[in-house]
């Protein structure tokens, strides 16, 4: 057996969950996936709202709080064009406004930075600053150009950025003469193909769309994280959002690894840092959060020689304790090689002048959650 995918957040789905869950979910947890999500529904939220009656807004004297100046109200550069006509002035008209055709910095700004993004410098070199005291562009009807392109085909990036990576100048090779460095080191001229690449995550997250499903090509080891799993506020809140955004994927991905033939050859693990306290952290206010409980926690594993549909341990009612076939860190580290077709007591590492296991000096296979 494998290991050819692991789902991992960063905190465990119902803090007060009773039970550690191992196994494949019955068929119907699909309809309970789907029903959790139309329970917690899209909805709306407001992020924010313009005044009735906007405040004044006054000019500080050299900064300082306590000494007002004239009143002010908002506006644009006079050297830029205006706000839409017949609109307040407003977040709604500064946003029109940025986006308007017409406007002669957004897009290339924009444009500049897709640029710089895959070549290593911009075609304005201060990608951050096109005023007087930032640089000019060097190949400025190119700029127009790619600002042109952006706006035409309604700011869609994903576009703009294909035609800059699919071009010719992009596609030349990086080598060059000695001469030409001596001459061009910044290669501001576009005579040779960019050095610099995409960062390490663009990377990765570029691998991933390319390449399928990364199990499928024969990928041992696929590790996901949601990062945003950690409750320690406004739960009642947060909590129903972070569960659509991971019990769906989840149901799709055990999904799309039995239709693939891959579900029985990969062991899925679903886990995370901590469980949750069953009181509440922060008082008995309405954003109340959960703070970490280390003594027992839950967690989900299917797929690769695991037992489907059981339930294994369970806490007290409180949510405090373990109570009933506790499984310890170690222990789950040993059936998940076993599960690789890996003994837990002859695995070792050599550290510090000594041979170490990854279970320690304890772990045992919990036989019971496997076929």
């Excluded at 008209?93 to 406007?103: E, G, I, K």
């Excluded at 499928?216 to 909590?239: A, K, M, P, S």
């Amino acid at each position: 057996a494998r290991i050819a995918a692991i789902g991992i957040t960063t905190g465990v789905a119902w803090g007060t969950w009773r039970r550690i869950i191992c196994g494949r979910a019955p068929v119907h947890w699909d309809e309970t996936f789907r029903a959790r999500w139309r329970l917690a529904g899209a909805g709306k939220a407001l992020v924010m709202k313009e005044m009735a009656s906007p405040r004044a807004t006054r000019v500080l004297h050299r900064g300082e709080y306590d000494q007002p100046g004239e009143t002010v109200t908002a506006g644009v550069p006079a050297f830029l064009p205006p706000l839409p006509s017949g609109m307040p002035a407003n977040r709604l008209a500064l946003a029109r406004w940025l986006t308007d055709p017409a406007h002669p910095l957004v897009a290339r700004v924009e444009a500049n930075r897709l640029w710089e993004m895959v070549f290593g410098l911009g075609l304005v070199e201060t990608s951050e600053d096109f005023g007087l005291q930032g640089s000019p562009p060097s190949h400025p009807e190119l700029l127009d150009w790619l600002a042109t392109e952006l706006v035409q085909n309604g700011w869609d990036r994903k576009k703009l950025l294909r035609q800059i990576v699919t071009s010719a100048t992009y596609r030349q090779s990086s080598s060059a003469a000695p001469k030409q460095i001596e001459s061009d080191p910044q290669n501001r001229l576009l005579a040779r193909g960019p050095r610099f690449r995409l960062p390490a995550e663009m990377v990765r997250d570029n691998a991933l769309a390319v390449s399928g499903l990364l199990v499928e090509r024969g990928v041992r080891f696929v590790q996901l994280y949601h990062r945003g799993w950690d409750h320690h506020g406004d739960v009642v809140t947060n909590l129903p959002k972070q569960c659509k955004d991971t019990d769906q994927p989840s149901a799709a991905l055990l999904t799309d690894l039995k239709q693939r033939g891959l579900h029985d050859e990969t062991l899925v693990v679903w886990t995370g840092e901590f469980g949750r306290t069953v009181y509440g952290q922060g008082g008995l206010s309405a954003d109340y959060g959960r703070d970490h409980h280390g003594r027992c926690f839950s967690l989900w594993l299917a797929g690769g020689g695991i037992k489907p549909g059981i339930v294994h341990g369970e806490t007290d009612e409180f949510g405090y304790n373990v109570v009933r076939d506790g499984v310890h860190v170690h222990d789950l580290n040993a059936t998940i090689l076993h599960c690789l077709g890996l003994n837990h007591e002859r695995l070792t590492y050599r550290s510090q002048g000594r041979d170490f296991r990854i279970t320690d000096v304890a772990g045992t296979v919990v036989k019971a959650i496997l076929r």
